[in-house]
């Protein structure tokens, strides 16, 4: 079944919203940089009606890679956690390498490719081929994979590649 439309406007595509609390626009400045094909579409200001201060940013919407964003700048109450996270599927190892280091920047690792940038959003760094090896059908070679991977930070895919073998 096809959503309604009449009477209501019809989005395309479903956009992820980033609560910050002052940081939305330094934030989408920083990913449009990180991912190719990204922009900031627009930035709304906060007006003399508040309830922050006139002229302060209160929503940057954006696009990384296509897909659309918001950020909204509004307030402390809210914090990043690990339930949400978005990821990034890499063909290579230098793909891996280039998002981890891009985003780990002044950021933290984590287990199992995923980390969290310095705006405290979560991200998972996924390699195609240790997806492969993880699923792979003969079982005793998807559990070695699966034992390398669990043990890893930032993706090596030749280590799993090497322990499934």
């Known amino acids: ?7 209501r406007v019809t989005m395309s595509k479903i956009t992820p919203c980033l609560w910050f609390d002052t940081e939305g626009e330094a934030a ?5 940089t990180v991912f190719k094909n990204s922009r900031i579409t627009d930035i709304a200001r906060y007006g003399e009606a508040g309830p922050r201060e006139a002229g302060t940013v209160m929503v940057v919407s954006f696009e990384l890679d296509g897909q659309p964003f918001t950020a909204l700048n509004g307030g402390p109450e809210f914090k990043f956690n690990e339930a949400v996270s ?4 890499c063909d290579s190892q230098a793909d891996v390498d280039y998002y981890w280091d891009r985003l780990t920047e002044g950021g933290e690792e984590s287990v199992c490719g995923w980390l969290k940038d310095k705006f405290g959003v979560s991200w998972q760094i996924v390699a ?11 079982a005793e070679k998807a559990k070695r994979a699966m034992a390398a991977m ?13 322990a499934a073998s």
Do not use: C, H, W
Request: a negative charge; hydrophobic letters at 35%; charged letters at 30%.
């Open 1 to 7: 079944m096809d959503p309604p439309t009449k009477g």
């Open 28 to 32: 989408a400045n920083f990913y449009t």
């Open 86 to 89: 978005f990821q990034i599927p």
């Open 128 to 138: 195609s081929e240790i997806i492969e090896l993880i699923s792979d059908p003969d």
């Open 150 to 162: 669990m043990s890893q930070r930032k993706p090596d895919v030749a280590e799993v590649r090497a």
